[in-house]
């Protein structure tokens, strides 16, 4: 909101939403913009506003969000204010209490932020507190930090979530991005793999059970076993293996030229300077052979036919997200279209996506890309853990 308004007053009314552009002032100073006692139980973004490097916010003011129905912080990313230009607003005193605040797995990625920029954000955080779950009630993010007692922030996922009958299953993104699916001591005497949470870094528990014949597991999705990163089956009646838990069928080294091929918007100066500085360096580090179109293609050559050349030898693809590449670059598609078939017919090739801008994804990412933000299968540049290039390179092994 921009203009000359000192004080702001819808107080007591009956507002179910807010939109995003009516609570970021941009004047210079305001004194208080006061939306409690209402019903307001979300954000929205009708214009499609998002904030930029260079956005600018009001010095100071207070902002009044208490006694209404919020449950999560839902202003952040997803309705335009990226996570990372919230330290334009680090003036700002933000009261939020008397509302139902789930402190789940959803508030994850804010919470984490507090790690690092406690400073930035006590004002708004000293003033809200948990709903739920119960073991949080009453404690503020804060406190959760401080605490460390971020592995709390969990979802529990239900058989609409495709948690099997008979098992527990919850999504515990602190650690390692982990969704556990607990089925152990439920008597049962056959798998289930068909049926599964829709997350990566799957933890399976059928220790203690009936089981008997592990043949089962050839008939079930591949895209569900790849998911799989333990596997416990520890205390059954196991008497048949199946060949495809001992053995992957590699893509042939004769056939491979590069290890890695990456794609991204080669007119984004951050972008190239990153590639070249950090990530690139550290995984040739670690072995891996890089084709960066922009430094290894052949002058000269049709960039499509280079492009249709160099995938197919390619073992891996690193694919990053930036609003340029938001479905506007002609190249960047057509690499993503080579890249996600190449990967999507081949179980020994994997496909990693950088989420550079903390993007939602339109039409055409959503294209080729779905299945990947569905399952989390996406590492957020933004990720607050400065560890980007090992957590690439932890994926790749």
């Not at 260079?54 to 129905?69: E, P, Q």
């Not at 997803?78 to 508030?107: M, P, Q, T, Y």
Request: glycine letters at 2%; hydrophobic letters at 40%; aromatic letters at 16%.
């Amino acid at each position: 909101m921009n203009g000359s308004l000192f004080k702001f007053d819808v107080s007591y009314n009956y507002l179910t939403t807010l939109d995003i552009t009516n609570i970021l002032w941009t004047q210079i100073i305001f004194c208080k913009a006061d939306f409690s006692h209402n019903s307001i139980n979300s954000f929205t973004n009708i214009l499609n506003w998002k904030s930029q490097y260079n956005s600018t916010f009001s010095f100071h003011g207070a902002l009044v969000g208490s006694f209404n129905n919020f449950t999560y912080f839902s202003m952040f990313n997803e309705n335009g204010f990226n996570l990372k230009h919230a330290g334009k607003s680090d003036n700002w005193l933000v009261f939020a209490r008397g509302n139902h605040w789930i402190c789940d797995c959803k508030v994850y990625p804010f919470a984490k932020s507090i790690e690092l920029f406690v400073p930035l954000f006590h004002q708004l955080h000293f003033f809200t507190s948990c709903d739920s779950p119960r073991q949080l009630q009453n404690k503020t993010l804060s406190d959760i930090v401080a605490d460390s007692e971020l592995d709390q922030l969990v979802c529990y996922l239900s058989l609409a979530d495709w948690c099997p009958p008979q098992c527990h299953c919850f999504y515990q993104p602190a650690v390692e991005n982990r969704t556990v699916v607990d089925c152990s001591g439920s008597k049962l005497t056959r798998f289930f793999f068909s049926v599964l949470p829709s997350y990566i870094n799957l933890e399976i528990d059928f220790s203690n059970n009936s089981l008997r014949n592990l043949k089962i597991i050839e008939r079930i999705k591949l895209d569900n076993f790849k998911r799989i990163q333990k596997l416990d089956l520890s205390n059954n009646n196991i008497e048949i293996l199946s060949n495809i838990v001992l053995y992957r069928k590699p893509l042939l080294q004769t056939s491979v030229l590069h290890d890695i091929y990456i794609s991204s918007n080669e007119d984004d100066e951050l972008i190239c300077k990153w590639l070249l500085t950090s990530l690139v360096p550290c995984l040739e580090k670690n072995g891996f052979d890089v084709f960066l179109f922009f430094m290894d293609s052949t002058i000269g050559k049709p960039r499509e036919q280079e492009t249709i050349d160099v995938i197919p030898k390619s073992r891996y693809f690193i694919i990053l997200l930036s609003d340029d590449t938001k479905g506007n670059q002609q190249w960047n598609k057509k690499e993503w279209k080579y890249a996600w078939n190449y990967y999507k017919w081949d179980f020994s090739r994997e496909l990693i996506i950088i989420n550079y801008d903390l993007l939602t994804y339109d039409d055409v990412v959503k294209h080729f890309f779905r299945g990947f933000f569905t399952l989390r299968k996406v590492i957020d540049f933004s990720n607050f853990n400065k560890n980007i290039e090992e957590d690439v390179v932890a994926l790749l092994k």
